[in-house]
């Protein structure tokens, strides 16, 4: 009879899941291209257009997380995610939201809103892996989900490279339309603290971490199965 292993402790299971971010896609040549300003303005658009499949997925795959989460404190805290993709007015505050952020972007970078809210650049590829994510979301549980949003550790950074070398890159793009990477660096860390909450307190056996391990590279592969699709289509500038 085989012995299962023993848990990891938090801080050694934390490190085993930031260990990850070796996969992330911010070592993808694609984009590496884009961050290194070796990219061409076709690219540029491609990537912005290709992704807003992605972006408007994201409060689809948090909802899906609501739907099956019985626990209302984590209700309480995840459903902020789904207002800073779609915005929203309360209590005469308003937020336009990351989406809106990001049609302003696909502008600035010199493509027309309607072109990317048909989607009609959106490589087949690209949309399967983003589909294949929130059909995860929809019938895994609800831990593991959430698990698969923790990507968002390692999201600050490439966010950071943008700011930092885009302006100097890409100085014919509207500096206004890089606000959406400008929201994320905040936004991102405050949803980390929560989501890792939730997997360093749900996963903690040794095989459920392990699960846990598995889930984070699944959406990990996705980030990197888009921009292989985007590479494959627009091409990787040396």
């Known amino acids: 009879m085989m012995m299962t292993a023993p848990a990891w402790s938090r801080t050694e299971f934390e490190a085993q899941l ?26 540029i658009r491609g990537w912005v257009a290709n992704r807003f499949c992605y972006q408007i997925a994201i409060p689809v795959k948090d909802a899906a997380v609501l739907s099956n989460c ?17 915005g929203f007015e309360l209590g005469g505050v308003r937020d336009d939201g990351g989406i809106e952020a990001w049609l302003r972007l696909a502008v600035a970078v010199g493509l027309t809103r309607n072109e990317v809210l048909d989607q009609r650049h959106v490589i087949p590829a690209l949309r399967f892996a983003v589909d294949a994510y929130v059909n995860f979301a929809r019938r895994a549980p609800w831990q593991e989900a ?37 929201n994320r660096v905040s936004q991102a860390r405050r949803d980390v603290e929560q989501g890792l909450q939730i997997t360093l307190d749900h996963f ?14 699944f959406k990990l592969d996705i980030l990197w199965a888009m921009n292989d699709a985007m590479a494959l289509r627009y091409g990787v500038t040396a």
Not at 152 to 168: C, D, G, N, V
Not at 204 to 217: F, G, K, S, W
């Open 18 to 43: 930031r260990e990850r971010g070796k996969s992330y896609h911010i070592h993808h040549p694609f984009n590496r291209m884009l961050n290194g300003g070796q990219a061409t303005p076709e690219q």
């Open 70 to 86: 019985p626990d209302r404190e984590v209700r309480r805290g995840w459903v902020q995610r789904i207002l800073d993709h779609d």
């Open 146 to 182: 959430v698990c698969s949003s923790l990507t968002e550790l390692f999201a600050p950074e490439i966010h950071k490279q943008r700011l930092a070398s885009w302006p100097e890159h890409y100085p014919w793009i509207e500096p206004d339309g890089l606000a959406y990477f400008r």
């Open 204 to 217: 903690t056996t040794r095989p459920q971490q392990e699960r846990a391990l598995e889930v984070l590279q």
